[in-house]
């Protein structure tokens, strides 16, 4: 029987493993207030990647998105527009402050948040925007920022999938006043779970900082200044992240690698929209996402069913909008046809580190076999 190539897998090896057992035999697991040695040095590895002037490490990609509504000042009477077309923990967030959600459509073609949607949906009560970077495709930032600008918001970008990814050339984060990026298993670099929040702003620094450690602020400790949580990242996983990140720039060039070469394969299916990638953009590829043009759920869920018994780690993303999730219903009825088409059609081949040329071969003659 032949092997299955999962949608993502873990690239680790013994320079992971060494840096953990260093870290165990330190006896300094976390460090107080919010970083250890080692927090300290995937955080300014970090910022330094992604060319941000402040990276403030936490426990999660959620955590970051929490936080960094938290440090622009977002309450209970605000609305924050998000995307639905996305993992609803960028909705999640939002729900969490007990600020609003509003829910706006997407562009057909890059499946990221439509700025024009983001104009028409700004009321007096809108405190910020949060654009998702889905699949590892930055989100139209420059359109977005023009937008928030004009109208006093705060933008929040998620890009908890963009590690890698450029916008006219410049890392995710340079365009909006934070950046929330995450480090799960099955992302392009991992700490296994783990999340940093990038700003190039002091103010908004400082209060992420404040926060993270349960809203103590130095040397007043066991004093807290402002409401605060535990968010800390331990020293284990700075560690699997720092060695990740040297690594990162061979794994995004092998995920775009494989991207190519499978596109390469499955261009003459007409009936199949191919994920592309932009001008003045660079894809970071952490999902390469297919569409089944014009059919319905049942029809792309038997496709992906099929690959899945050929061993291939099809998967859809997402196939619930999250304006459409029983918890979400509360925040209003909404009509988003883009979203609720993609969410039908959409489904997602991997491209990961660890596929070979072997697999592409498969995987594109598995698909290709489908649709004879």
Request: aromatic residues 8%; charged residues 25%.
């Amino acid at each position: 029987m032949r092997k299955t190539i999962p949608i993502n897998v873990p690239q680790i090896d013994d320079q992971e493993i060494k840096i953990v057992t260093k870290v165990l035999r330190s006896g300094v697991l976390t460090g107080h207030p919010g970083k250890g040695p080692m927090v300290r040095r995937f955080e300014d590895a970090f910022a330094d990647f992604v060319k941000a002037k402040h990276a403030v490490a936490v426990n999660s990609g959620t955590a970051g998105l929490h936080i960094a509504l938290l440090a622009a000042d977002v309450t209970p009477n605000d609305q924050v527009i998000v995307p639905s077309f996305t993992f609803v923990a960028t909705a999640e967030a939002v729900a969490l402050i007990g600020a609003t959600p509003i829910f706006v459509d997407i562009n057909s073609s890059t499946y990221n948040i439509n700025p024009e949607k983001i104009e028409e949906a700004i009321t007096e009560k809108t405190k910020a925007v949060i654009p998702v970077d889905l699949y590892g495709l930055s989100a139209d930032m420059e359109a977005i920022k023009e937008i928030a600008q004009n109208h006093d918001l705060t933008v929040i970008e998620d890009a908890a999938q963009a590690h890698g990814a450029l916008y006219h050339g410049k890392p995710p984060g340079a365009f909006a006043d934070m950046a929330c990026w995450s480090f799960y298993a099955t992302k392009n670099m991992t700490t296994g779970e783990g999340g940093m929040v990038t700003t190039n702003k002091e103010e908004f620094a400082e209060r992420l900082r404040t926060i993270r450690v349960h809203g103590e602020t130095p040397p007043f400790f066991y004093t807290s200044s402002v409401l605060g949580h535990n968010y800390r990242m331990p020293e284990m996983e700075a560690a699997i992240g720092y060695v990740q990140l040297q690594k990162l720039p061979k794994f995004v060039e092998k995920r775009r690698r494989n991207a190519e070469l499978l596109t390469e394969r499955l261009h003459d299916i007409k009936e199949l929209r191919l994920p592309t990638e932009l001008k003045n953009y660079k894809h970071g590829w952490y999902l390469y996402t297919v569409r089944l043009l014009g059919a319905k759920a049942t029809m792309r869920n038997e496709i992906v069913g099929k690959l899945k018994e050929q061993g291939i780690g099809a998967e859809i993303y997402y196939r619930t909008p999250i304006h459409l999730m029983p918890y979400y219903r509360q925040f209003g009825e909404y009509s988003l046809p883009e979203t609720e088409r993609a969410a039908e059609q959409v489904f997602s081949l991997p491209v990961h580190p660890g596929v070979t040329l072997e697999d592409i071969e498969y995987i594109a003659k598995s698909v290709k076999k489908l649709f004879k």
